[in-house]
T-cell receptor, first 109, second 116 residues
């Protein structure tokens, strides 16, 4: 079963706009990770946020984590067409990652 | 660094044949590798965890006799889909965890398997 549920399932925005996607999970975590997957490709690791962190930045990415609500959000600022991809959150241990259902982001010119 | 390759990137085979997919960590050693399966527009589902020098651990519902995994070295794991059927058609993705590393898994580009 999926540990994470993501919403929205699909998101379409114009270039330059911000994109926000959310992930909710069910059990306690040590950390949460976000991955990007271009169509028909493998996953690229974006960012890892630990359970004692509330916010983390990496370039145009901002991740927040609210362990009390068991949720995380990924914000992509000033989106570009190249950001078009599916985005997955993942939780788990070193032995096993469980992925959320994913958000398909479409950035149009 | 931390590059994982898969071969082949795509394969088409006839029903009943076996297909081997290779997963290699190119610039690091990986004691543990993982095999995932992904259906169109769905998330990744873990099939099995492969540990170098020992038997793979399969997730519930995954047939170990159908999906044979071998992790013969610290840089290579193989997944063999035996007697493939059309329902085995899927996108197979491997990942590798660096020996001594934290939670991060490095993913291969995936292999598209189509069984006719």
């Amino acid at each position: 079963s999926q540990q994470g549920e993501e919403d929205p399932q699909a998101l379409s925005i114009q270039e330059g706009e911000n994109a926000t996607m959310n992930c909710s999970y069910k059990t306690s975590i040590n950390n949460l990770q976000w991955y990007r997957q271009n169509s028909g490709r493998g996953l690229v690791h974006l960012i890892l946020i630990r359970s004692n962190e509330r916010e983390k930045h990496s370039g145009r990415l901002r991740v927040t984590l609210d362990t009390s609500k068991k949720s995380s959000s990924l914000l992509i600022t000033a989106s570009r067409a190249a950001d078009t991809a599916s985005y997955f959150c993942a939780t788990g241990t070193a032995s096993k990652l469980t992925f959320g259902t994913g958000t398909r982001l479409q950035v149009t010119l | 660094g931390a590059v994982v390759s898969q071969h082949p990137s795509w394969v088409i085979c006839k029903s009943g044949t076996s297909v081997k997919i290779e997963c290699r960590s190119l610039d690091f050693q990986a004691t543990t590798m993982f095999w995932y399966r992904q259906f169109p527009k769905q998330s990744l589902m873990l099939m099995a965890t492969s540990n170098e020098g020992s038997k793979a651990t399969y997730e519930q519902g995954v047939e170990k006799d159908k999906f044979l995994i071998n992790h013969a070295s610290l840089t290579l794991s193989t997944l063999t889909v035996t007697s493939a059927h059309p329902e085995d058609s899927s996108f197979y993705i491997c990942s590798a965890r660096r020996t001594g590393g934290y939670n991060e898994q490095f993913f291969g580009p995936g292999t598209r398997l189509t069984v006719l």
